[in-house]
């Protein structure tokens, strides 16, 4: 070949090749930009950090935030799934970095928070200030930034849980600080009051303490406000609800069937004040005896979940009953729920499912983003 038709033939081929290779690049970007964002529901646009092709491989980097971070495995499988069902033929390295979204202030009390997740029960002693805690620490655990509030003003068990005990300082003027339970922000009547000290709250004074723990209370910014209800009535529900946009609710109930009337109860009034519900939990589901590891089911088991497959609500998973979920309950040293295989998988599956169910809400109804509203 003559040195002219070598230089024009090799410069083809290579025009060729980086036409076909970007094509390529292009075709994995429309790709990307159709997976949904777990935290905002729409396609992936400045998410998609980088796709290069090293000849070997197409390496793709895809931002997340860490809203979503607690089903950072499954997203990073979705993109894997997504690019080798449609270019089966390339070999894709798929990374998944962090991505920084602040939150937007919301509600009249301008809360810089993405998710507030109302956590409750149709009555007291299933285990939702329990399952409450243990969600703001999963959460915590993988990475989001996560606060916790214990609105029981009746029976505020939170202190007891976290093992943080005192009183908040209230600044003058300024916002309070919240108690630090291991970096999560955490705010509770047991913290306003001096223990043991009986209030009885009606009405405007209700009103006035769930306002200060929200308004006038120093959150930081929160992916998650995670809120221990009190039991039952649907007073604070409002309150709340007149103050910023609740995400939904989290129904506690344990198997017996009279449980269930209580968890239907709780539904009810929840979907009354046009709260979502975003998932049911049964907690104390079987008792898996430490000695010879059979399981018993003390107060049945399923119910729950058969109850949330007929009225359509998402089952967020079990807990079983544990001696030691009691005992480090009553201790105050929760975190070490996830160090104790027993117990810890239990937890961390339900914070899957709820951002799991979190994200398919927000893929089929994308949120519109709204200017906030301050108060
Ligand atoms: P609630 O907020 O519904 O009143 P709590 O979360 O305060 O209930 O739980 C009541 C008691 O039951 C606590 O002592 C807690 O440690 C215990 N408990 C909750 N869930 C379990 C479980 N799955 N196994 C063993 N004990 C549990």
Known sequence: MAAREFFYHTL?????????NNEL?????????????PETGRGLKK????????????????????????IKDEFKAEVESTLSEQFGDSKFNVQIENFDRPPQPIGTV??????????????????????????????????????????????????QLTGIRGRCAAGQGEKIAPMDFDGIPLMSIG????????????????????????????????????IDMPPGTGDIALSLSQLL??????????????????????????????????????NMSSFICPDNGKSYDIFGKGGAK????????????????????????DAGKMFDNFDDETIGPYLESIAKQLVTTLAKNAATNPPTPTLPVIG
């Open 306 to 329: 058969e109850y949330a497959q007929q009225d359509n609500i998402p089952y967020l998973g079990e807990i079983p009953i544990n001696i030691n979920l009691r005992q480090r309950g």
């Open 245 to 282: 946009p609740l995400t939904g609710s989290v129904i506690v109930c344990t198997p017996q069937e009279v449980a269930l009337i209580d968890a239907v109860k709780a539904v009810g009034m929840f979907r009354k004040v046009k709260i979502p519900v975003i998932g049911l939990i049964e």
């Open 47 to 70: 998410q998609i950090l980088s796709v290069e092709n090293s000849g070997d491989a197409v390496n793709v980097s895809v931002g997340l935030t860490s809203f979503a971070a607690a």
């Open 25 to 37: 690049i292009e075709q994995v970007r429309a790709a990307l930009g159709k997976i949904p964002d």
């Open 12 to 20: 083809t081929n290579q025009n060729g090749f980086m036409s076909e």
């Open 110 to 159: 301008g809360l810089k928070c993405k998710a507030v997740i109302a956590i409750a029960a149709g009555k007291g002693g299933v285990g939702k200030s329990t399952a409450a805690t243990s969600l703001a620490i999963a959460l915590k655990r993988v990475g989001s930034s996560v606060g916790l509030l214990d609105a029981d003003v009746y029976g505020p068990s939170i202190p």
């Open 191 to 226: 913290y306003m009051i001096p223990p043991g000290e009986a209030v009885i709250w009606r009405g405007p004074m209700l009103h006035s303490a769930i306002t200060t723990f929200v308004r006038n209370t120093d959150w930081g910014d929160l992916d998650y406000l995670i």
